[in-house]
């Protein structure tokens, strides 16, 4: 079955310490995207990635870094610049980076990592 | 760049209708709606493009307002099933990055 995989669901990280979080899709999607969930304020845009090899921050990106070495992956880092990481992280993708040139398309959500800093 | 969505939250009785708005202070390609239950990821649940269209999904429909660049999403004769956090995702006319909103918690009661 097509879908996007997110893991772990659960991540529990010391300060001071970077942590990747994983994010796989195999729906042959061009867009990916990263975002952090905190209470009360919705899915806020971390980074995203239109095409293999090229990603652009989003409005959250101090303390992150992201890569996109393959289509179907599109991993996190949670660096120690992070001041406060703890929070629901929500990968998805698109079946290709929007645009009004385009049809846009709905994006698929991952099921979420939980990234607890102790 | 995020859109702002009203009312950040509502509670309901069942059968009572609701309505959701979200607004964007970018020309606006699209908006998509979702629906998250708690701890879950979010669940598609339409997609309006610009032209003013409107859509309907049994129950639940939704209308997009270029112009004003506002949508909103109408739950009617509302169900248990309906609970959870409503987000409208927006794609600019320049593209290229698609916000979610600041999403509206839905509780419906017996």
């Known amino acids: 079955d097509g879908g996007i995989t997110q893991s772990p669901k659960y991540l529990f990280r010391k300060e001071g310490q970077n942590v990747t979080l994983s994010c796989e899709q195999n729906?042959?999607?061009?867009?990916m995207y990263w975002y952090r969930q905190d209470p009360g304020q919705g899915l806020r845009l971390i980074y995203y990635?239109?095409?293999?090899?090229?990603?652009q921050k989003g409005d959250i990106a101090e303390g992150y870094s992201v890569s996109r070495e393959k289509k179907e992956s599109f991993p996190l880092t949670v660096t120690s610049a992070q001041k406060n990481p703890t929070a629901f992280y929500l990968c998805?993708?698109?079946?290709?980076?929007?645009?009004?040139?385009?049809?846009?398309?709905?994006?698929?959500f991952g099921q979420g990592t939980r990234l607890t800093v102790v | 760049q995020q859109p702002v969505q009203s009312p950040q939250a509502v509670i309901l009785r069942e059968g009572e209708d609701a309505v959701i708005n979200c607004s964007s202070s970018?020309?606006?390609?699209?908006v998509h709606w979702y629906r998250q239950k708690h701890g879950e990821a979010p669940v598609f649940l339409m997609i309006?493009?610009?032209?003013?269209e409107q859509k309907g999904h049994d129950k639940i429909s939704a209308s997009f307002n270029e112009k004003k660049q506002q949508s909103s999403l109408y739950l009617t004769a509302s169900q248990l099933s309906y609970s959870g956090t409503y987000f409208c995702?927006?794609?600019?006319?320049?593209?290229?990055?698609?916000?979610f909103g600041t999403g509206t918690s839905l509780t419906v009661i017996p």
């Open positions: 995702g927006t794609e600019s006319l320049t593209g290229n990055q698609f916000y």
């Open positions: 998805a993708s698109s079946i290709r980076g929007t645009g009004a040139s385009s049809l846009s398309a709905q994006a698929f």
């Open positions: 729906l042959n999607h061009d867009a």
């Open positions: 309006l493009l610009k032209g003013g």
């Open positions: 990635s239109q095409i293999v090899n090229d990603f």
């Open positions: 970018k020309a606006l390609y699209s």
